[in-house]
């Protein structure tokens, strides 16, 4: 097994002690790496005027691979008044540095798998037919487009003159928002390329074909957002006819979607849409497998590839004196990883390690005791952070 090196990212908040547990496991799993770890996240914004300093760009450069914990993001304001004195007559804006890394790096193709684990108590149920009660088997694979659309960053408050100037030349703004002043407008953009939007439907059948989904759907909203939504439609259906014509297309509007995935969850295979969308619906279905102490993801670009837990950084957790908050998120981000870079043997390893954990039901952390996150929950029964790594090492 060749010693690869990694790039640590801890961040934030719990971001450091679910990355520190998750090497503990990948350690022990018998993966050999060496961890550079690099600086990024909320304290460097305070201090340096920058959530997402070049040196740490110049690691994710030089090694391809990122593994990170979470990041604390504050509105504008919030994050101004944090900002050092002798920083604030700069001229700063803060930005989020994962949004940062994947548009610098173009990590456009985001993966967010959302399984079931057998015997989890967080696993989605609904009633069934003569007061039955179901427990239906989830797993949806999310592909979410992860550099433009509404999280594009093109966006103006009081936009300049000959941006405004544009807008006019279209007759629904020049209808419906001419006659405010400039002043009162905030317009943030939706933009789709062809390039890229075509790149994550292949993306997402190609992970269809691969890994034996039967459809693909498309999650929009087409019928309203013409343009855009619509766009990514008609470049699926022609994907789909010219190279994938035994993999069934679907198309859903995210609105209808969100009520569906609650109805019949286990319908669903590969879903595919633009930035919000498929953050929005992502989050949907983590819902169903016990939330997103269970959720994964992958931001892979042509050379660089950022994997990370979607969930924050939940500060206040952090400051308790035992950690509480459930690794699994983490951990399973990293088995995304080891497949990515073709270490699938400890990456299996490891998954049936983390499922054996959940279905014998010995080691629970809080939420999958359904407790409140308080400071007190280990008193009281629940796993701490380390000890379900421990269990899970155990298992190995």
Known sequence: MTKRTIVSLPGDGIGRVVLEETIRVLNAAGFEAEYIEADIGWEYWKKEGNPLPDRTIKLLEKHKIGLFGAITSKPKDAAFDELSEDLKDKGLVYSSPIVGLRQHFNLDVCIRPCETYTGNPLNFIRRGAEESIEEPKV???????????????VEWSDPPNDVYNAFLTHPKFKTNFGDTPKKELSVSTRIFTKKATGRILRAAFDYAKMYGYKSVTVCEKPNVIRETSGMMYKMAQQIQNDEYPDIELWNTNIDAQMMWLTKNPENYGVIVAGNMFGDIVSDGFAGLIGGLGFACSANLGEEVSVFEPTHGSAPKYAEYETSIVNPIAMIASACMMLDHIDEKEVSEKIKKAIADVVIEG????????????RADVVEKGAASTREMADAIINKL
Do not use: H
């Open 139 to 153: 797993d949806v694979v999310i592909f979410r487009q992860n550099t433009e659309g509404l999280y594009g960053g």
């Open 362 to 373: 010995k080691t629970r952390t809080y939420d999958m005791m359904k407790m409140t996150g």
